[in-house]
C-alpha cells in the first residue's frame, strides 16, 4: 500500500520528490501518512485532509478568512490579489514562490506593500500564465515591478509571464532578491538566494508605490533595500512536505546547521548544537563582516523564527544581537520579531539586517496593512 502511494511523480514536485497522485484513494493516502516506514521511522503527523488538497485548502481558507483584503483571479485560488486591485494611478507590485513559507509570499498583499502572488505548490514554482494573470488584474496604467527570490524556476516562468504582458502593452520590472550571505561569497553575490530580506523589498517598494512614486522609483526603492540587506540563518531540524511524506533532509538531534537555506539548501557547516548567544554570534558575525555597517548607523533588524521556533527563543536571538549593534555604535531603528519567511515546521530562525538612510526610513515607517502584516 505505501509503495502504491508513492509510486507516482507529481509534475509540479520540487526537486524530483515522489508524492501521492492527486487521484489516490483516501485510504490509500491514510496508510501512507501513518506508516512508518514511509519515513524510515519517522510517520508525517501533520492536520489535513489529502496531501494533494493541502495548498488549495489552505488558500481557501485564507480567501474566506481576509474577504476584505484578498481575491482571486479568474477563480483560481494560486492567483491571489488585492480585493480592490486594480489600483488606478499605482505602480502594481507582484511576487510569487511555493507555498510552505507563510507569510512569505502572499501573506503581504495588501495595502502599503504588494498588489498581487502567484502560489506554487509546497516549494514548487507557480506557473507563467498564473503570474500572467495576475500581472493582468493589478496592471493600474503605471506598470508592474516583480520582486521575488533568486530560484531558477521562479526567474523562468516570471520572465515569461513578463513577456506576455509585454505584448498588452503591460511595461514589467524586475527586481531579485539575494539576501542570504551564507548561499554564495560576496564576489559571487549574483548566486545568492533569496531569503527573509524579501519583506523588506515589499515593504520599502510598496510605500514608494503607495506614496504614488514612478515605476523607476519603485524599483530604485527595492533594489536601494536590498543593496543594504543580508541574511543569515540556522537550523535545527527539517520540515516535511506533505506530498513527499519525509523529511526533506536529516540532522542529528545534537546537531544544526548554520546557513541552511529554507528549502534545505545545504548550509556553511553542520556542528553541534551551540548555545543561544553563540549561534547569534556566528550569524551576526558574517552577516556584519558582509554588510559592514559602522557606529553611528542605524539598522532595522528582522528576527525570524523558520516554522517551529518559540518566541521566545526568538527573544533570547534579539537580546544578542541587540547587544552586539549596541555595543559597536550602532543604533536600532525598528526592531522585527516574529515569524516572517518559514519553511513549514522547520526548527530554527535567521536574522536579517538591513542598513538605513532617511530615505529608506521614511518607506520602512510607511503604514502597511495585509493579512500578515501591520503597521500604523
Given at each position: 500500500m505505501?509503495?502504491?502511494?508513492?509510486g507516482?511523480?507529481?509534475?509540479?514536485?520540487?526537486?524530483?520528490?515522489?508524492a501521492?497522485a492527486?487521484?489516490?484513494?483516501?485510504?490509500v493516502?491514510?496508510?501512507?501518512?501513518?506508516?512508518p516506514s514511509i519515513?524510515g521511522?519517522?510517520?508525517?503527523?501533520?492536520?489535513?485532509n489529502?496531501?494533494?488538497?493541502?495548498?488549495?485548502?489552505?488558500?481557501?481558507?485564507l480567501?474566506?478568512?481576509?474577504?476584505?483584503?484578498?481575491?482571486?483571479e479568474?477563480?483560481?485560488l494560486?492567483?491571489?490579489?488585492?480585493?480592490?486591485?486594480?489600483?488606478?494611478?499605482?505602480v502594481?507590485l507582484?511576487?510569487?514562490?511555493?507555498?510552505?513559507?507563510?507569510?512569505?509570499?502572499?501573506?503581504?498583499?495588501g495595502?502599503?506593500?504588494?498588489?498581487?502572488?502567484?502560489v506554487?505548490?509546497?516549494?514548487?514554482?507557480?506557473?507563467?500564465?498564473?503570474?500572467?494573470?495576475i500581472?493582468?488584474?493589478?496592471?493600474?496604467?503605471?506598470?508592474?515591478?516583480?520582486?521575488?527570490?533568486?530560484?531558477?524556476g521562479?526567474?523562468?516562468?516570471?520572465?515569461?509571464?513578463?513577456?506576455?504582458?509585454?505584448?498588452?502593452?503591460?511595461?514589467?520590472?524586475?527586481v531579485?532578491?539575494?539576501?542570504?550571505?551564507?548561499?554564495?561569497?560576496?564576489?559571487?553575490a549574483?548566486?545568492?538566494?533569496?531569503?527573509?530580506?524579501?519583506?523588506?523589498?515589499?515593504?520599502?517598494?510598496?510605500?514608494?508605490?503607495?506614496?504614488g512614486?514612478?515605476?523607476?522609483?519603485?524599483?530604485?526603492?527595492a533594489?536601494?533595500?536590498?543593496?543594504?540587506?543580508?541574511?543569515?540563518?540556522?537550523?535545527?531540524?527539517?520540515?516535511?512536505?506533505?506530498?513527499?511524506g519525509?523529511p526533506?533532509?536529516?540532522?542529528?538531534?545534537?546537531?544544526?546547521?548554520?546557513g541552511?537555506?529554507?528549502?534545505?539548501?545545504?548550509?556553511?557547516?553542520?556542528?553541534?548544537?551551540?548555545?543561544?548567544d553563540?549561534?547569534?554570534e556566528r550569524?551576526?558575525?558574517?552577516?556584519?563582516?558582509?554588510?559592514?555597517?559602522?557606529?553611528?548607523?542605524?539598522?532595522a533588524?528582522?528576527?525570524?523564527?523558520?516554522?517551529?521556533?518559540?518566541?521566545?527563543?526568538?527573544?533570547?536571538?534579539?537580546r544578542?544581537?541587540?547587544?552586539?549593534?549596541?555595543?559597536?555604535?550602532?543604533?536600532?531603528?525598528?526592531?522585527?520579531?516574529?515569524?516572517?519567511?518559514?519553511s513549514?515546521?522547520?526548527?530554527?530562525?535567521?536574522?536579517t539586517?538591513?542598513?538605513?538612510?532617511d530615505?529608506?526610513?521614511?518607506?520602512?515607517?510607511?503604514?502597511?496593512?495585509?493579512?500578515f502584516?501591520?503597521q500604523?
Open positions: 505505501v509503495e502504491q502511494a508513492q507516482h511523480r507529481l509534475r509540479s514536485a520540487p526537486r524530483g520528490i515522489v501521492a492527486p487521484t489516490t484513494p483516501p485510504e493516502v491514510f496508510q501512507a501518512l501513518k506508516h519515513q521511522g519517522y510517520a508525517m503527523k501533520k492536520i489535513l489529502r496531501p494533494a488538497d493541502f495548498v488549495p485548502e489552505m488558500l481557501d481558507g480567501l474566506k478568512a481576509h474577504p476584505d483584503q484578498l481575491a482571486c479568474g477563480g483560481d494560486h492567483c491571489i490579489v488585492r480585493a480592490e486591485a486594480p489600483i488606478q494611478g499605482k502594481a507582484s511576487t510569487g514562490g511555493g507555498s510552505g513559507h507563510l507569510p512569505v509570499f502572499l501573506g503581504y498583499v495595502k502599503g506593500m504588494l498588489d498581487g502572488c502567484a506554487g505548490d509546497v516549494f514548487s514554482s507557480p506557473s507563467a500564465e498564473q503570474m500572467y494573470a500581472t493582468k488584474r493589478i496592471h493600474g496604467g503605471r506598470g508592474v515591478v516583480y520582486i521575488y527570490g533568486n530560484y531558477g521562479d526567474i523562468l516562468n516570471f520572465d515569461m509571464a513578463a513577456e506576455m504582458a509585454a505584448f498588452d502593452g503591460i511595461e514589467v520590472r524586475t531579485l532578491v539575494k539576501d542570504d550571505v551564507a548561499s554564495a561569497p560576496p564576489e559571487e549574483h548566486r545568492r538566494r533569496g531569503v527573509a530580506g524579501m519583506v523588506f523589498a515589499f515593504k520599502c517598494a510598496g510605500a514608494r508605490a503607495d506614496k512614486g514612478t515605476l523607476d522609483e519603485v524599483v530604485a526603492a533594489e536601494k533595500a536590498l543593496r543594504n540587506t543580508r541574511t543569515m540563518g540556522v537550523a535545527l531540524s527539517p520540515c516535511t512536505v506533505p506530498m513527499a519525509k526533506t533532509f536529516t540532522i542529528g538531534e545534537d546537531e544544526m546547521e548554520i541552511m537555506g529554507i528549502h534545505g539548501e545545504p548550509g556553511v557547516k553542520r556542528e553541534k548544537l551551540q548555545t543561544a553563540q549561534i547569534t550569524m551576526m558575525a558574517a552577516i556584519l563582516g558582509d554588510l559592514k555597517p559602522t557606529a553611528g548607523d542605524r539598522l533588524v528582522m528576527v525570524n523564527g523558520l516554522g517551529a521556533t518559540p518566541l521566545e527563543e526568538l527573544y533570547i536571538i534579539f544578542k544581537a541587540h547587544t552586539i549593534l549596541t555595543s559597536q555604535g550602532m543604533q536600532i531603528h525598528r526592531a522585527y520579531v516574529g515569524e516572517y519567511a518559514t513549514m515546521e522547520m526548527a530554527g530562525a535567521s536574522i539586517l538591513m542598513r538605513l538612510d530615505e529608506l526610513i521614511e518607506l520602512l515607517d510607511h503604514p502597511a496593512h495585509t493579512p502584516f501591520t500604523v
